[in-house]
């Protein structure tokens, strides 16, 4: 049983799969940060000087020991970016990957030019079934 275990788990798609997780989520940690500390700051500026991780309703306010009860869109408006931004960078790596996969099937070369022999017998055969 160990045995089939391993050779499970070191089949080649399964450790690429492995791979992309890992970098998957490296990467999305790369772009939630990118959106929350270098994109949202300037937009929230142009908005006026809106933080939209502060953005909320208060639902319910606190009251003896409670916390208020709040509804967070701004964090959800953040999220969304996030979202956006990852789903665009996955488009243009298929993209790519798509292009160079094209290249590499170029059309198969044409069929090779009949010999002189192939020729000739050619034209011998049309000239009997002309007559």
């Given at each position: 049983m160990l045995t089939e275990f391993k050779d499970f788990a070191m089949r080649g798609n399964v450790v690429d799969m492995a791979v992309g997780i890992v970098i998957g989520g490296?990467?999305?940690k790369i772009?939630?940060?990118f959106v929350g500390d270098v994109l949202m700051p300037p937009i929230g500026i142009l908005l006026g000087g809106v933080d939209f991780?502060?953005?909320s309703i208060t639902l319910k306010s606190a009251a003896e020991g409670a916390d208020a009860v709040t509804l967070g869109y701004g964090a959800f408006i953040q999220t969304v970016v996030d979202f956006l931004i990852i789903?665009?960078?996955i488009f243009l790596v298929i993209k790519a990957m798509n292009t160079v996969v094209k290249k590499k099937e170029a059309p198969p070369p044409p069929p090779p030019a009949p010999?002189?022999?192939e020729q000739l017998l050619t034209?011998?055969?049309d000239a009997l079934r002309a007559r």
């Amino acid at each position: 049983m160990l045995t089939e275990f391993k050779d499970f788990a070191m089949r080649g798609n399964v450790v690429d799969m492995a791979v992309g997780i890992v970098i998957g989520g490296a990467f999305g940690k790369i772009v939630s940060s990118f959106v929350g500390d270098v994109l949202m700051p300037p937009i929230g500026i142009l908005l006026g000087g809106v933080d939209f991780s502060d953005l909320s309703i208060t639902l319910k306010s606190a009251a003896e020991g409670a916390d208020a009860v709040t509804l967070g869109y701004g964090a959800f408006i953040q999220t969304v970016v996030d979202f956006l931004i990852i789903a665009f960078a996955i488009f243009l790596v298929i993209k790519a990957m798509n292009t160079v996969v094209k290249k590499k099937e170029a059309p198969p070369p044409p069929p090779p030019a009949p010999s002189k022999e192939e020729q000739l017998l050619t034209e011998i055969r049309d000239a009997l079934r002309a007559r």
